[in-house]
Structure formats: C-alpha cells, structure tokens
C-alpha cells in the first residue's frame, strides 16, 4: 500500500524560480514528515523536517508546509538553482516507528 | 560526526549466486539500522531493520536475508539472487540523537544478470 505519494514523476522550472513538489499521505498517524534529495548513484540526504504540531519549517531556500487536514506537505524551493537538479522523496513516519514511508520521488530539472 | 559506508559499491551477479553487502556506522553507538531498496523508477522501500546486535525485523518477503553480528554492522545477504534482486541498495541509521530522521549510506548498485 503506497501510503505516501508523489504524484508528480517530473518537475521542470527556470533558474530563480520557485520550485514546488507536492506530496499526500494517507496515515493520519504520521507525525513527521521529511524531504530527501537524491543525486543519481547516491544515497538520499536529508533535506528538511517537519513534525506534526507545526504547519510550516524554513532552512535557508527551503521551506516546507504541512496541511494536516488535508493530509498533504509540500517543499518550495526558492530561488531555485541548477544544482537543485535532483530527484527529491517525501518521507513520513509516526513515533518510535521503524517502517519510514517513501514516495516515489520527483524529478525536478532547474533549467539555467 | 557520525559516518556510515556501504560496500561494494558495484556489482554485477549472475543468477543464483549469493550476495552479501556489508554497511557499518561509525561515530555513534546503538543505532538503528535499515536497508533500503529502490528498484528503478520506484520510491524506496524498507526491506530489513534491526534496533541490536542479532534483532532483525523483515518488511517484505524475499529471498533476502540481513544480519547484524556487531553492534554498527549490518549485512544483506542472498543465497541464490533472482533477476528481481536488481536495484539500488541503501543502508541507513538513525539514534535518539537525531530523532527521526534517517541517514543513508552511499547505495550499492546490484545487477542481475
């Protein structure tokens, strides 16, 4: 069962645009929600984090919203630049819990 | 600071042989423990993860297996690999230190042949 879904496989936008990648989950015990980027043959790193008694958390160019009600989180990346060019997974997880939920990923191509 | 490295970083097995990829941590101590898999044009999915030495937990049914014989060592292992086996391995670990959030290894690309 896919609980957490990217439903954007690509993303393309100008340098110095805003880039929004989307993400919705199903779990409402999901309680913290993370952002990963991925450059190819590497692994994921972390991004950005957001628990669940917020709705909103900024570091630097990025920043992620949290819509509790409608069970979705999104990640702005502003302005964008050409290294940004990554494929980014939303995560979730609840509690002590060790199965964290990954989407599919989104390609995102910041064009210079 | 906390590192963590995975090995090989390559590979290419025919089919039906084993496997064996090996990750260790370093910098910290208890942690727990993933291994990850992306298959291609897919999310990542948790295949193993142990909280201590010998306690593994298994998330989907496969011809994979996982062991942790010390405490920031984490082994994925396969007797007879399938061609489905292909993919991108990752490694990763998390401590009450950085709650959670989850580090990954470099990944490990396994081909099937």
């Known amino acids: 069962d896919q609980q957490v879904k990217q439903n954007s496989p690509s993303l393309s936008v100008q340098e110095g645009r805003i880039s929004i990648l989307n993400c919705d989950y199903t779990?409402?015990?999901?309680?913290?929600f993370l952002w990963y980027k991925k450059y190819p043959a590497e692994g994921p790193t972390f991004l950005i984090s957001?628990?669940?008694?917020?709705d909103k958390n900024e570091d630097g160019r990025f920043t992620v919203f949290l819509n509790k009600s409608a069970k979705h989180l999104s990640l702005h990346i502003v302005p964008s630049q050409p290294g940004d060019s990554a494929v980014y997974f939303c995560?979730?997880?609840?509690?002590?819990?060790?199965?964290?939920?990954f989407g599919a990923g989104t390609r995102l191509t910041v064009k210079p | 600071s906390q590192t963590i490295h995975q090995w090989p970083a390559t590979l290419v097995q025919p089919v039906g042989s084993p496997l064996s990829l090996e990750c260790t941590v370093e910098g910290t101590s208890n942690p727990n423990l993933y291994w990850y898999r992306q298959a291609a044009g897919r999310g990542l999915q948790l295949l193993f993860y142990?909280?201590?030495?010998?306690?593994i937990s298994s998330e989907v049914p496969q011809n994979l297996s996982a062991s942790r014989p010390q405490d920031r060592q984490f082994i994925l292992s396969s007797k007879k690999l399938l061609l489905s086996d292909s993919g991108f391995y990752l490694c990763?670990?998390?401590?009450?230190?950085?709650?959670?959030?989850?580090?990954f290894g470099e990944g490990s690309w396994l081909t099937v042949v």
């Open positions: 142990s909280v201590g030495i010998g306690q």
């Open positions: 990763a670990w998390r401590t009450g230190y950085s709650g959670n959030t989850i580090y």
């Open positions: 957001i628990s669940s008694i917020k």
């Open positions: 995560a979730a997880s609840w509690g002590n819990n060790n199965d964290m939920r």
């Open positions: 779990n409402s015990m999901f309680d913290y």
